[in-house]
């Protein structure tokens, strides 16, 4: 693969890709900057490392996978409104109508 340009091409394209969403699970999981900053950095390392040695292949992808998959689950998970779920079950202390505003028997 030294020389085979579009090979790398399709190596480095996906892992700039798929860089942003290891940084947003970082900061989602409380990381600092510089430790959301290595994580791209450390996956894409140790991908790249072990194509190029053809061992632990399979546990790289799959730790790319695992981590992409996790950062799209917080995201979609952060994307429903924790008073919508609370909504709809009426928290009794949320909601108290006054003594006036009940409706009397007649």
């Known amino acids: 693969m030294k020389h085979d340009y579009l090979a790398w091409a399709a190596l480095a394209v996906p892992l700039v ?3 942003s969403a290891e940084y947003a ?5 409380g990381f600092g900057q510089w430790t959301a900053d290595a994580l791209p ?21 799959a ?4 981590t992409n998959a996790a950062a799209h689950l917080v995201v979609a998970v952060s994307a429903i ?3 919508s ?3 709809c079950i009426g928290s009794p202390t949320t909601f108290r109508p006054s003594p006036s505003s009940r409706s009397r028997p007649r």
């Open 63 to 66: 730790a790319m996978i695992a």
């Open 17 to 19: 890709v798929t860089a």
């Open 41 to 61: 950095a450390a996956l894409d390392i140790y991908a790249v490392r072990a194509l190029r040695a053809h061992r632990d292949v399979l546990a790289a992808v």
């Open 85 to 87: 779920c609370c909504a």
């Open 25 to 29: 699970l970082a900061r989602a999981a």
């Open 81 to 83: 409104a924790p008073s």
